[in-house]
């Protein structure tokens, strides 16, 4: 495998009123378990049912109801670790996090603060062709989800519905390694990119499936390093935590204006309140969260209901042994495999359907080629229309019977654009529908020669012209393949056009 | 004849399976008892159409021959388990209206066994206490009285109202949940036998959550025999809770042979306290010597951190039960505060929760809450949890060392009267539980067993504690004391 | 260690039970009770013990992942005090 070496990007610097400042960024990013069913009961886990009717008693906390682990759900956490490279603990356990919140029925989330399922792991994140960013991984815990609180159906009263409620999470924390916005909005959508390759979260951030706490500090340049150095935490500043952020967009301006605010606060001489804080995106700020603030000794002790966990080493190995290829894998082996840039192998390993496609496409034919009609033509095409690649009306084996007809010189660069969109838009196959058509290139140089005479002798001036001037040569050629509909074998059609005017 | 309702199980089987008597006739027999014991409190949710229901139902299966070994016994239901639309309460207010859309497991076995419920049992409120004065539904009256003396006695607690119903006749047996005595204390006070099984024997599912690390349900039945009955009945593997054990239940009632010979029985030198009751000592002494007239070997064993059960559990106990009681705020059901104009959720939360609860319930909640929190987990909370450790280390060592079980007596005095405690310290409440606790920190069965009369009348008992998992023969070592003790007495009926 | 009346109204607003005003010394003093006889425990040398985590110990059982549970809105709704169009209603939440 191609050991890729990256430069470290550098930080982001926001220029204050009075001294440049830099962000010191640690993210906590929840990510819902693709089950079935719910952590600890039979409850179904599926998005958009009607209000409380993903409920079993254990969920709304019914009196007397206790949790059963779901064991897929302890699976994919190992499987989550293994694919961010991290410890596996054989011994976890869960602890209940105290506190009262209408879509926290039990008063208690069940969770795992003293002994997490993962330790500690890292991703890569790149910013760029030669340039990422490698942030540590400090944990990856199981825990409930809470329900909803709808607060907007009635002017005095919230509704809620506990369909989300017990629903498994990873939450997975980082180190505070990420130095600015577009970092924290890379970093999660690696994570996010490894999460669907492993398929243990789906990584829909519009349904919540996928959210970020955000803690935010400042300090200036140089402190960083120290803080590296000694790992203390006193020369960075006061952290925020911006809660429940769905969005790459939000995440990145939310993280610019909170800097901004604790700027402004340090450099007018005050100081800035460890709290948690809310984006509000219509008016871009973050504000206070009162409610969490009140209750914020969560009086963490051991889940009664429930044994420690203690899985086996056979079953992580085995679990490991069944992972995929993963995105750093996958790109540097399209780097050496096909002869990829960095760049495309970055866009097609995005997805494991794209790369899927591709190599698909590039299976026995030229991997450049493959990958430039895959990027170029494909993904323009698509993208015109809002589809994704599991959306292609264009089969890899079509994408890959145009390519071959290129490489055969049957066809034209341009024509082959045509013939894609009669595929794209009409389908069958490529070779059949050239022959049906009449696109097949003219390399007959007797058919080009003639048209190329009659070229010649129609423009005495012009001829003239580009014996004086080669560069006029191009003129003839364009003729030319306007006379052949285009067909004429280009490589021919100049060859001959040099031929007759050097005459 | 003997009336119906004073039958024990074994007896009231029998009976029926001979077809002398019908499960209909033994449960009307209780009904017209129970509704001629308002006096002492003990049912407050009664079931007559359940229970007819059942009995015809069972005396179906006896006629077709196809009779479980509960088939069409009339038992009592304390208000802690959850019985599909029956209020299940738990004795507190926060509970008000309440009726569970599901059936505990505990029940339910009981119900599969074909017992017959005839309603709910009184307690303390979410069985914290050891008198019973903190239910909801006021005090329980232990059917027994001093000799010569009027006053009111506690039935003792949390299962008081089991105690109570099963001393006074009204049901045949009932079920009890044990913390830290909350079965064997008043078992010992009303003058009945009550198991507490090894932790884990029986599932908490649909039981009201107290200390779920201590928590666990037993039978509080007129005989040894019928504790085998129906533990048998109500224990067994859940699935539905994850500290369940899964382990195969024995045939409990067959292995009371009363053949004890041999097994070496500990007396710790521990829990002779200061100021033990001449009375009590001396039950406890006679309590050894019949056991080694029926071949027992009688040791002295040592259980060191015995004295550190009960500060370890008062804040193990009050630590999960200020997150186990959590839940009841007023949103998904129970009660809710009536609110003032501009209440809001924290208000609604508060008010709820400063109304539904009662003051001991108030004050285990608020020690448990500051005993986790910030700053003091460690000092208190995972000391607690160390030293639970060292306390079940002792009885594993005592055990290593070839002790089949260990006798204690059941409780420092016998039943005391109600409101004699009332301007006491809770602490001085708390000491009821100083023998029965340290089981259920050490997760072990513990018996207890009526041995004898005070001079004043009252019942005491014994308790016998067992190896993990042994409850058959920890049952059969109860069963040699119970025929060796020869207890026979009954409260005199004045309800 | 000694409980004043701040302590007993911060516990008190932490475990959501009002307590009024007047009644907080007497709180106080009950939780100084409470907590002087649980102080026995300094007494023990737990040093090297571990905190029991489960009285019984035994593998944690697990399910397998199939919806077994749920569709019950009735039933789930069934005991609340106050529920609308399928939800719990609750007094305003300000976030």
Redesign the interface.
Known sequence: MLDLTYETPKPKVIAGAKHDWELVIGMEVHAQVSSNSKLFSGASTKFGAEPNSNVAFVDAAMPGMLPVINEYCVEQAVRTGLGLKAEINLKSAFDRKNYFYPDLPQGYQISQLYEPIVGEGEILVEMGPGVARLVRVERIHMEQDAGKSIHDMDPNMSFVDLNRTGVCLMEIVSRPDIRGPEEAAAYVTKLRQILRYLGTCDGNMQNGNLRADVNVSICRPGQYEKYQETQDFSHLGTRCEIKNMNSMRFIQAAIEVEARRQIAIVEAGGSVDQETRLYDPDKNETRSMRSKEEAHDYRYFPDPDLMPLEIEQAWVDDIAASLPELPDAKKARFMTDFGLSEYDANVLTAETSSAAYFEAVAEGRDGKLAANWVINELFGRLKKEDHDITQSPVSPAQLGGIIDLIASDAISGKIAKDLFEIVYTEGGDPAQIVEERGMKQVTDTGAIEAALDEIIAANPAQVEKAKENPKLAGWFVGQVMKATGGKANPKAVNQLVAQKLNN | MTDLNSLTLADARDKLRAGDVTSTELTEACLSAVDASGALNAFVHHTPDIAMDQAKAADARIAAGDAPAMCGLPIGIKDLFCTKGVPSQAASRILEGFKPEYESTVSQNLFDAGAVMLGKLNMDEFAMGSSNETSVYGNVVNPWRRTGDDAPLTPGGSSGGSASAVAADLCLAATGTDTGGSIRQPAAFAGITGIKPTYGRCSRWGIVAFASSLDQAGPMTKTVRDSAIMLEAMCGYDPKDSTSAELAVPNFEAMLTGDIKGKKIGIPKEYRMDGMPAEIEKLWADGADMLRAAGAEIVDISLPHTKYALPAYYVIAPAEASSNLARYDGVRYGHRATLDAGDGITEMYEKTRAEGFGPEVQRRVMVGTYVLSAGFYDAYYNRARRVRTLIKKDFEDVFAAGVDAILTPATPSAAFGLGEMADADPVKMYLNDVFTVTVNLAGLPGVTVPAGLDTQGLPLGLQLIGRPWEEGDLLNTAYALENAAGFVAKPAKWW | MS?DKD??AR?????????EEDALPA?AQ??N???G????????N?EG?????????????????????????D????????A????????????
């Open positions: 409980i302590t007993a516990v008190a607003k932490l475990a959501r039970i009002k307590v709180l009950e939780f009770n409470i907590l006889f649980i102080e026995q425990l300094n007494e023990v737990v013990v571990e905190p029991m985590t489960s009285v019984t110990p035994m593998r944690l059982k697990r399910r397998v992942d199939e919806v077994s549970d749920g569709n019950q809105q039933k789930v709704l069934a005991n609340a005090p106050d609308r169009e399928g939800f719990f209603a609750v007094p305003k939440v300000v976030e």
